[in-house]
């Protein structure tokens, strides 16, 4: 084989090598190789990776943190309102509606009357919790 052959062949794999190694690397949009690494990163624009909000989930979330024999799982309602937005915790009040509650009891129970849920969260956070939620969400508590 003549010297150059050798450096032909030599050439052509170096960029066969360089164009193999590119495409093993290059990554879309999701972060996934474009030969199917499996490299993973949220995308600002990609809202198939960012959880789907549904306000009647978050609904039965509170509705159940709220609705407690033994007492409020304060915990559960900062957890399910984090990262909800003013818009979202509209939609979530508009969903929950009105439902039953017993101010002496303090849940859904015979004799109470059909609150909201500003009401439901006034009567079952003490005032610093509820004046922190007011204050992330003013248009609407």
Same mark, same amino acid.
């Given at each position: 084989?003549?010297?150059?052959?050798?450096?032909?062949?030599?050439?052509?794999?170096?960029?066969?090598?360089?164009?193999?190694?590119?495409?093993?690397? *290059?990554?879309?949009?999701?972060?996934?190789s474009l030969l199917g690494g499996?490299? *993973?990163?949220?995308?600002?624009?990609?809202?198939?990776?960012?959880?789907?909000?549904?306000?009647?989930?978050?609904?039965?979330?509170?509705?159940?943190?709220?609705?407690?024999?033994?007492?409020?799982?304060?915990?559960?309602?900062?957890?399910?309102?984090?990262?909800?937005?003013?818009?979202?915790?509209?939609?979530?009040? *508009?969903?929950?509606?009105?439902?039953?509650?017993?101010?002496?009891?303090?849940?859904?129970?015979?004799?109470?009357?059909?609150?909201?849920?500003?009401?439901?969260?006034?009567?079952?956070?003490?005032?610093?919790?509820?004046?922190?939620?007011?204050?992330?969400?003013?248009?609407?508590?």
């Amino acid at each position: 084989m003549t010297d150059k052959k050798k450096v032909i062949i030599i050439g052509v794999s170096v960029v066969v090598l360089g164009v193999g190694v590119y495409l093993f690397t *290059k990554t879309n949009k999701n972060g996934k190789s474009l030969l199917g690494g499996n490299k *993973k990163y949220i995308d600002e624009g990609d809202i198939n990776l960012v959880p789907a909000f549904s306000a009647s989930q978050k609904v039965a979330l509170l509705y159940d943190a709220m609705n407690r024999y033994m007492g409020t799982d304060e915990t559960q309602i900062f957890e399910t309102l984090t990262g909800v937005s003013q818009a979202q915790f509209g939609l979530i009040s *508009k969903t929950f509606g009105l439902k039953n509650y017993n101010r002496i009891l303090g849940y859904n129970t015979i004799g109470g009357s059909k609150l909201p849920l500003k009401t439901w969260l006034r009567e079952e956070l003490n005032d610093a919790d509820y004046n922190l939620l007011r204050k992330k969400f003013p248009l609407y508590l």
